[in-house]
């Protein structure tokens, strides 16, 4: 949990309740840790698939106070969120964007994305909650998928799922993504063998990106789209 003051600006029972759904995610966490390696011990793989489907994974808090700083200082308003879960770090995009959005007349939209039905439920009700679900629009299935059309100009891209999607997920953006757009991914360091695919794309120079890899917690990159302009 930080420690840091919140540069989030909602109300108090927003800010309260991401405070409890962080609390509750690390607590989580901590259980999964537990259970994956029982869950390796015993060859039970199905069991531990289970015991995810009402985890929420939430992004770091900091990591969270990032991104709606980013966002802010960007002026982004329309953001796509690449694994959603319960919905926590939406509210972040959401809170951002909106207030960008309130500011500059501009429209935009956070595109969330989640697979299991069941979390995208729970998540539209913290939204609800919230009172940002008017700027989300929730994309439930395969987001190789959901995300093919229908996709405006995208500010930035949140990579927050399973490494052997991030590359397939960011080439279905990238014909969207501006100039100047940014992609955040989580857990490049920590996961660095399960990325190697997207990474090397990062970084290589022919495909635009300026990359950097931000001290959090098991590694959180960040790439700046910037390709060479057409002559």
């Not at 840091?4 to 840790?33: F, G, K, T, W």
């Not at 660095?192 to 917690?217: I, M």
Request: glycine fraction near 6%.
């Amino acid at each position: 949990m930080s420690t840091n003051p919140s540069p989030i600006r909602a109300p108090q029972h927003v800010v309260d309740l991401l405070s409890r759904l962080h609390a509750a995610s690390l607590e989580q966490e901590a259980a999964i840790s537990s259970k994956k390696k029982l869950a390796s011990q015993r060859d039970a793989r199905c069991e531990f698939d289970k015991l995810m489907l009402d985890k929420f994974i939430a992004l770091d808090e900091d990591k969270c106070h990032f991104v709606y700083q980013l966002i802010t200082a960007m002026g982004a308003t329309n953001v796509v969120e690449a694994g959603t879960s319960f919905g926590v770090s939406t509210i972040y995009l959401a809170l951002a964007t909106a207030q960008t959005k309130a500011a500059t007349g501009k429209k935009g939209t956070v595109i969330a994305t989640e697979k299991e039905p069941q979390k995208a439920a729970i998540a539209q009700g913290y939204w609800e909650e919230c009172g940002v679900e008017e700027h989300i629009d929730l994309r439930v299935g395969d987001l190789l998928e959901t995300l093919k059309n229908d996709v405006p100009e995208v500010d930035l891209l949140l990579l927050d799922i399973w490494s052997t999607l991030a590359l397939p997920t960011l080439k279905t953006i990238l014909p969207k993504l501006r100039r100047g757009g940014v992609i955040l991914t989580d857990n490049t360091i920590s996961g660095a063998e399960g990325y190697k695919d997207l990474l090397t794309f990062l970084r290589a120079p022919e495909n635009g990106f300026q990359n950097t890899t931000l001290p959090y917690t098991n590694g959180f990159e960040m790439s700046i789209y910037l390709p060479k302009k057409q002559v």
